[in-house]
């Protein structure tokens, strides 16, 4: 089975992170979130991926190749206009020459996608959508299936009123290459508004499988913080660093901690940083590469991309740095706040 993943968007909910990089690209433990996405197709014996581009492409092409370095085939499909979730497959008709499956770059999982495979093939249906249970169901698609795996009903992103059930669309679909004769090129065409709809407005079974494992959409700036926490906390099997120092504290190559420096864990510190004197790294945080955190700075429940300049006296709560970030000496950054790129 080949792979899809939908690389495409602009991440509108985190700007201004994804101002100047695709979302696809937005760090998640200081590796690109669509690096987690093939890593996990890698491991179900999914080599073979196409990926959609349209906003910023030469930022992933140019990063991920051929995709040789992760031992998979990298193909790139460019949108020159927005074609929608679904639209944008037509660009890559030609590869999905067989059964596919479709994964959204803007989501960190850990579902077993083998499993998942299966049960698509069981079901003979035209498309299966994977499912999971939410605490917010209203940020997404809710499903309802019948005792037989099949779908009955759904609705997108619904108001508070309309909400009747946990389980939502997760944006992996497991797809026959039929499904393509179903989407209209003509205007942006989505999977869940127009696609599935359809579907079944044509008489087509549509299956739900119901998965478990970790799964969240990490689009907006709440979901990312709390997607490192969930990792932090070990509710899935993504953490990837395999060693670190006592109370759980993570730190790359030739990084310099000065002795008076206080870091507590659970929290990763990348390649290449400094971090100095009584300095305080909390809990939840991660730094990336590069970065230079000077004299009595706090960070707690942040995190902070590459190449990052702090200076002394700063406090920086539960907040997000993009690259090349620099603070002046006696900077506050507190609950909820996010500084893009290049900043000062």
Not at 40 to 49: E, Q, T, V
Not at 94 to 106: A, Q, R, T, Y
Not at 149 to 165: A, D, Q, R
Not at 257 to 280: D, Q, S
């Amino acid at each position: 089975m080949k792979a899809v993943i939908l690389a495409g968007g602009k991440g509108t909910r985190l700007h201004p992170v994804t101002c100047e990089l695709p979302k696809p690209m937005v760090p998640v433990f200081n590796i690109p979130l669509m690096e987690h996405l093939i890593l996990l197709l890698k491991k179900h014996g999914i080599r073979d991926i196409g990926v959609t581009l349209m906003y910023l492409p030469q930022k992933i092409s140019s990063y991920f190749g051929d995709g040789s370095r992760w031992g998979v085939r990298l193909s790139y499909f460019v949108e020159e206009s927005p074609c929608g979730t679904a639209g944008s497959l037509l660009s890559a008709a030609e590869f999905l020459n067989e059964p596919f499956l479709v994964l959204s770059g803007d989501c960190i999982t850990d579902i077993n996608l083998t499993e998942a495979i299966e049960f698509h093939r069981r079901k003979k249906t035209l498309a299966t959508l994977v499912l999971t249970s939410s605490g917010n169901p209203r940020d997404y698609g809710i499903v309802i299936t019948d005792q037989d795996g099949h779908i009955v009903s759904f609705l997108e992103k619904p108001s508070l009123c309309e909400v009747f059930s946990d389980i939502v669309n997760t944006g992996i679909y497991m797809l026959e290459p039929d499904v393509l004769n179903y989407i209209e090129s003509d205007h942006p065409f989505d999977f869940s508004r127009e696609l599935f709809p359809k579907l079944l407005s044509s008489g087509l079974r549509l299956s739900g499988y119901p998965a478990a494992g970790y799964w969240s959409d990490i689009g907006s700036v709440e979901n990312y913080l709390n997607a490192h926490r969930d990792i932090f906390d070990r509710k899935t099997d993504l953490f990837p660093y395999s060693q670190g120092s006592l109370q759980g504290v993570f730190t790359g190559k030739s990084t310099v901690i000065e002795p008076t420096a206080l870091i507590h864990g659970p929290c990763v510190i990348g390649n290449n940083c400094y971090i100095g004197h009584r300095a305080m790294i909390d809990s939840y945080t991660v730094i990336g590469n590069d970065c230079i955190i000077e004299d009595q700075v706090l960070v707690k429940r942040s995190i902070l991309h590459n190449n990052i300049t702090v200076g002394s006296g700063c406090e920086i709560r539960q907040s997000i740095l993009g690259n090349r970030v620099r603070l002046m000496p006696y900077v506050s950054c507190l609950e909820n706040t996010v500084v893009g790129e290049e900043s000062v």
